[in-house]
């Protein structure tokens, strides 16, 4: 038909027409058969991992750790409390502690070289109080490394070798990109077996397990003891995450472990590699996530942003931020909620000049803000509660929204234990079967202000009440602090 289309002369258009219109019929079809195989290609698992494990392989290590522990030098016996002979062994005991002797631990992890002149990354937890670290090559080439820099916070430590010759490496890929039900590969160094090699999918992203940067991707590739440290690669051969945990009942994988994405190693790596620290950006805030009721009540289109809380002294004061704003975008980009909003400050330079635009009063006000340092800050913060160690708040009546409340007074802050200057008013009791106390309100707590203005009294919670429900509002957002925390709580108004 191509050929008979091409041969038709000028003259008869209605042929010409239609022997292009099956030339178009016929492309079209072949660039349907020709995405189909493709998708089906794309979808099927590959034939083999060989070709990329030889690539990648050479990059990854095995790491040895000892550090020098103490025990005694003959074991102890345990003397039940009481005992006639219990003065006697513990002079025994006592000159036995003096006996002790050193003893040295070794323990395994893996770790992979980003650079050709020997940078090593791997977890911090693998080389953690080590004496001496020994990285081993698959090659079988050892040398020993020191460490350049570690961040407890994310788990990831920094070392370095000194090669001889320019070292295989492998590079960071952009984890963001990453899809459940991509394939990845895990190597590493499982219970010591050195070097082996395990694949599978990722099962979902955006992972938390316990720390304010986490960002794991789950992945059903075994990973066991002594994998942590490794790398989890992409079928690109980039390292998209390192292989931090696993949740198991019995120590063993069951296919559910956790790699650190790779857009949060690559930026700690930087830093270490830089400073041998971390460095990252303080707004120095508190905050919390906006809920629906919460929006409603502030008069937010959308439950996003993140809510302030508390602003104590810090960047964020200076440049005028409040308490009760919500910061819903941050240096120009949209702030989802507080998890997005802490990782955009600690990714954001030390020093650099923000733009934070906040909801306030109904309408949005753009702060220029200095970010400090959170390292400096939190240093800070731990010296100041060294020196001057904070009295927990003690729980200490008109009912409103089923909170039995009574303004503050010089003796229920005596009783509290709070400053002479504290105000608000105080929680004495919670209806179980009100919203309140399913938001979590409980005896004790202390409500400072309601709908963004300040309470002193009873009756000044319960005007405010009032004067939500005559604007049309469904609910009310409570500034509550407990234990010296504060958060805010919206409860729905009735009738």
Do not use: C
Not at 28 to 35: C, D, N, R, Y
Not at 193 to 210: C, H, K
Not at 449 to 475: I, M, N, P, T, W
Request: charged content about 25%.
């Amino acid at each position: 038909m191509y050929n008979r289309a091409l041969a038709l002369t000028p003259k008869d258009d209605r042929t010409d027409a239609r022997g292009l219109q099956g030339l178009l019929a016929l492309l079209v079809a072949a660039a349907l058969i020709l995405a189909q195989t493709v998708a089906a290609h794309a979808r099927s698992a590959p034939e083999s991992f060989a070709n990329l494990v030889e690539k990648v392989s050479p990059a990854v290590v095995d790491i040895t750790t000892t550090t020098t522990v103490t025990t005694s030098a003959n074991p102890l016996p345990v003397i039940p409390k009481g005992s006639p002979f219990e003065d006697f062994f513990k002079d025994f005991l006592d000159r036995q502690r003096g006996g002790k002797v050193p003893r040295r631990a070794t323990a395994l992890g893996s770790g992979f070289v980003i650079s050709e002149d020997g940078y090593i990354v791997t977890n911090n937890h693998v080389i953690a109080e080590a004496d001496t670290i020994q990285i081993e090559f698959k090659n079988g080439d050892v040398m020993k490394a020191k460490v350049v820099g570690t961040d407890p916070k994310t788990d990831i430590a920094l070392l370095k070798v000194d090669a001889k010759k320019p070292l295989p490496f492998v590079s960071f890929g952009d984890s963001d990109t990453a899809r459940v039900g991509d394939w990845v590969l895990a190597v590493g160094n499982p219970l010591g077996q050195g070097f082996s090699v395990t694949a599978g999918i990722i099962s979902a992203r955006n992972r938390e397990l316990r720390g304010t940067y986490d960002d794991f991707i789950q992945t059903d590739a075994a990973i066991n003891r002594g994998n942590s440290g490794g790398p989890l690669f992409n079928m690109d051969g980039q390292v998209i995450g390192v292989n931090t945990a696993i949740l198991s009942p019995n120590g063993g994988s069951i296919g559910i472990g956790f790699s650190m994405s790779s857009n949060v190693v690559s930026k700690v790596v930087e830093q270490l590699k830089k400073y041998g620290e971390t460095r990252r950006g303080w707004l120095g805030v508190h905050i919390q996530d906006v809920t629906k009721d919460m929006a409603d009540a502030l008069g937010l289109d959308d439950a996003a942003g993140a809510l302030v809380t508390d602003v104590p002294d810090g960047p964020a004061k200076k440049a005028g931020m409040k308490q009760g704003d919500v910061i819903i975008t941050f240096d120009g980009k949209h702030v989802a909620d507080t998890r997005e909003l802490v990782r955009m400050v600690a990714d954001a330079e030390v020093g650099k000049t923000v733009r934070v635009v906040v909801f306030r009063d109904g309408k949005t006000v753009t702060l220029k803000v200095v970010l400090g340092r959170r390292e400096a800050a939190e240093k800070k913060l731990e010296k100041a509660s060294a020196n001057n160690p904070a009295t927990p708040e003690k729980p200490v009546e008109k009912t409103v929204l089923g909170l039995t409340v009574q303004g503050m007074n010089a003796e229920l802050r005596s009783q509290l234990g709070l400053p002479d200057d504290a105000q608000g008013v105080v929680v004495m009791n919670v209806d179980e079967t009100s919203q309140a106390y399913e938001k979590g309100l409980r005896a004790g707590d202390i409500i400072v202000e309601a709908g963004q203005q300040k309470v002193l009294s009873a009756a000044d919670l319960a005007k405010r009440v009032e004067d939500a429900r005559a604007a049309g509002r469904k609910s009310i957002l409570l500034l509550v602090r407990r234990n010296g925390q504060p958060r805010f709580v919206a409860l729905e108004i009735k009738g």
